[in-house]
């Protein structure tokens, strides 16, 4: 019996609220596993409901949060600024010993929310390390959590009945093919604030400052951007809503990374006012080895270019 | 007749002082097209002479620069700090009316070193704004400058002799796939600056600058890197001394467009503090054109997560 069929029918009767890019790739990935008998997609937007029956990836939808009731799975897929709203509703709404499972980026503001439930819920915060630029029912896939980290950051309880929920959920997210780690929320907050926070922000002030040079006009940047730019623009095309919530969230973090980040940026600065050669060559030479790690660990791809260039698009005919 | 075909033998006798990436990748362009009769790479290391013979793009090597003597096309592909050093010698060697072309990511400073050759020797600055993380005579590929603009930065000569200089090397670069710009130098340093120094810069420190959490470890950064930051660790990858050099020689440019992104992360930061959701999400909204225009413009790949996650990597043994 592969894993799989080992997890078949691991829910019942399972709920996703909020059915764009992760919340929709859970959806697939659980149907392509047989991981929940019954999904449904409960989404505020009736575009984003009727897509994700077009797609075929969940069973029901509704725009009512109620269409909770009665799941033993709940996963909350929404921003994370309203995650907090969604956990008070379920509150009222979700059956006892029902799973509440959330996949927001910053866990800190969930595990405070969580903490006002009731225990016959079982908050685990989870988030997975994964995504794409793409937002949206139609941007999902199954794979996308394959090969990828999954956090948890169980909440202060030690009772039976939760520590099997964790179990529960940690079984969900290795049977669709992550890796499962667990840590405290704050660490998560720290730790997510260098790998993916700071990295967004920096993207984002990047491409937004493009435009800052005068002499300098947008036709310009696109041409040139092979130079490097075009590597910043994936993650800064990324949901603008969802990104919003996730410095308002974990504010804290990301400003003390920030602010390290800056001293840096000054240190090079110095080192390039002041022409001083070996300060750079030595600080250029460092992340050679990071991103061999980072391939070596199946996080990144060895292509160069990330294999992008790699299939040939020239034709005579074009010349 | 394809133009393949029509530029055959454009070059009788071409050199190439310096085969690492960009020099190996046009020797191979070079050769498939048949631009030049003859082929030599001239290259101080002894083991990057052995490679490029071994890997057969080139007719002959030699660590001499005397060996550009006869050459009608000499390229010049080091590291832009020396360039002025090769020209110099080049004065010395380079045979009446050869055509001296450097390809370095910093103008000004050469055109400043070619002000002093003779006028029987026309060197012609090119840009090709294409590349790899990847170093050495091994990481060449001929298709790499496909598609990918290059940019000539001519003397202020009107002669005719150079003026057919410029033309001849614009055919070059034409032929092998290149759309191609012409700008002064002083120009393209800063929109340099803007679209590949400073996302260098950038890339360099934020991935110099993960170990600096003491609580987050390098393992952590590693796992977690998915989140974005991996997506700097390319640009972060290339060559420290090839990059020491550009920063040296294109300071004020870089110091200028760097002092933009710093006024501009110091706005988000003070967004981030007072938790301006406004000014963040409008912030972050601007950024998705700028990347479809660069798709649309066939200079980025269209594919979430460049293409890199596409396949997928699971397989049933591995759980």
Not at 18 to 39: P, Q, T, V, Y
Not at 125 to 151: D, V, Y
Not at 179 to 187: I, K, L
Not at 204 to 228: P, W
């Amino acid at each position: 019996m592969t894993p799989k069929e080992q997890n078949h029918g691991l829910f019942d009767r399972a709920c996703i609220i909020g059915i764009g890019l992760i919340g929709s790739s859970l959806a697939r990935a659980l149907k392509r596993d047989g991981l929940a008998r019954e999904l449904v997609a409960i989404d505020q937007s009736e575009t984003a409901c009727a897509e994700a029956i077009d797609l075929g990836i969940v069973t029901a939808t509704s725009q009512d949060i109620s269409a909770a009731a009665g799941c033993d799975l709940i996963i909350v897929a929404t921003p994370v600024g309203v995650m907090p709203g969604v956990l008070q509703a379920l509150a009222d709404v979700a059956h006892d010993g029902a799973i509440i499972m959330d996949v927001g980026s910053v866990k800190g503001s969930v595990a405070d929310a969580a903490a006002k439930l009731p225990p016959n819920l079982h908050v685990v915060p989870a988030h997975p390390i994964a995504g794409t630029e793409n937002s949206g029912p139609a941007s999902g896939f199954a794979e996308l959590f394959e090969n990828r980290w999954c956090i948890l950051t169980p909440l202060a309880r030690q009772d039976d009945a939760y520590l099997g929920a964790v179990e529960k959920v940690e079984t969900l997210w290795r049977s669709i093919g992550s890796d499962v780690a667990r840590m405290d929320a704050a660490h998560h907050d720290l730790a997510l604030a260098v790998t993916s926070h700071l990295p967004h922000l920096i993207a984002y002030t990047l491409v937004g400052a493009a435009d800052d040079v005068e002499s300098v006009n947008e036709a310009e940047v696109v041409k040139y951007s092979a130079g490097g730019f075009r590597d910043f623009t994936r993650i800064a095309a990324s949901d603008p809503v969802m990104w919003r919530d996730v410095f308002l969230h974990n504010k804290d973090a990301v400003l003390e990374v920030l602010g390290r980040f800056s001293e840096e940026l000054a240190v090079m600065q110095r080192a390039i006012r002041w022409g001083d050669a070996q300060a750079l060559e030595k600080a250029f030479t460092r992340s050679r080895g990071l991103r061999k790690a980072i391939i070596d660990a199946g996080q990144e791809s060895a292509e160069p270019n990330f294999g992008r260039d790699s299939k040939p698009t020239r034709s005579d005919t074009d010349q």
